[in-house]
T-cell receptor, first 112, second 112 residues
Framework: EAGVVQSPRYKIIEKKQPVAFWCNPI?????LYWYRQNLGQGPELLIR????????DSQLPKDRFSAERLKGVDSTLKIQPAELGDSAVYLC??????????FGPGTRLTVL | KQEVTQIPAALSVPEGENLVLNCSFT??????LQWFRQDPGKGLTSLLL?????REQTSGRLNASLDKSSGRSTLYIAASQPGDSATYLC???????????FGKGITLSVRP
């Protein structure tokens, strides 16, 4: 069974530029999560989807971050414009009916 | 607000030693608790999931226990190997929106 797929694995951009991350969850998993992990810290939830609906986006900085999950499968997380403090690892996870969560390899973002 | 603590931040042991990693949480009203492993530059690998009604879970050389009333969980690793070297993260799900709250992790080094 294929795991959670994320791309790109690494991204380096200059501040004020836009950036987008893509996630393909495990087949059949209806719940998808985006987390951000800063160096030396545990991941923190940004947004959670159940199928196509964003059911928890309370931690998403909505002035510059946006996300979508069209058709309830793949998801894209976008930052526009990026700031220096956005440098982190962005992790996508999926689960079946909000149970055990499985994580992808993450996208390491560096903002210069 | 749920807070998860993992102490110490780092641990170094000789190969073959049995060891215990500790995790504590402030709100005992949890839905489940998950232990993850994270290798440098990688995503999170789920090791064990303990439901709130369970006391422990075992997988190979790993055993995780849960004591909700005291707000503690332990991950026991038997006969440690250099390949066990990684960061181990504990995360609790309070059931409210299936949000995982993570500790900062314990970086384990097993010396040959």
């Amino acid at each position: 069974e294929a795991g959670v797929v994320q791309s790109p694995r690494y991204k380096i951009i200059e501040k004020k530029q836009p950036v987008a991350f893509w996630c393909n969850p495990i087949s059949g998993h209806n719940t998808l999560y985006w987390y951000r992990q800063n160096l030396g810290q545990g991941p923190e939830l940004l947004i959670r989807y159940e199928n196509e609906e964003a059911v928890d986006d309370s931690q998403l900085p909505k002035d510059r971050f946006s996300a979508e999950r069209l058709k309830g499968v793949d998801s894209t997380l976008k930052i526009q414009p990026a700031e220096l403090g956005d440098s982190a690892v962005y992790l996508c996870a999926s689960s079946l009916l909000s149970s055990e969560q499985f994580f992808g390899p993450g996208t390491r973002l560096t903002v210069l | 607000k749920q807070e998860v603590t993992q102490i110490p931040a780092a641990l170094s042991v000789p190969e073959g030693e049995n060891l215990v990693l500790n995790c504590s949480f402030t709100d005992s009203a949890i839905y489940n608790l998950q232990w993850f492993r994270q290798d440098p530059g990688k995503g999170l690998t789920s090791l064990l999931l303990i439901q709130s009604s369970q006391r422990e879970q075992t997988s190979g050389r790993l055993n995780a226990s849960l004591d909700k009333s005291s707000g503690r969980s332990t991950l026991y690793i038997a006969a440690s190997q250099p390949g066990d070297s990684a960061t181990y993260l504990c995360a609790v799900d309070t059931g409210a929106n299936s949000k995982l709250t993570f500790g900062k992790g314990i970086t384990l080094s097993v010396r040959p």
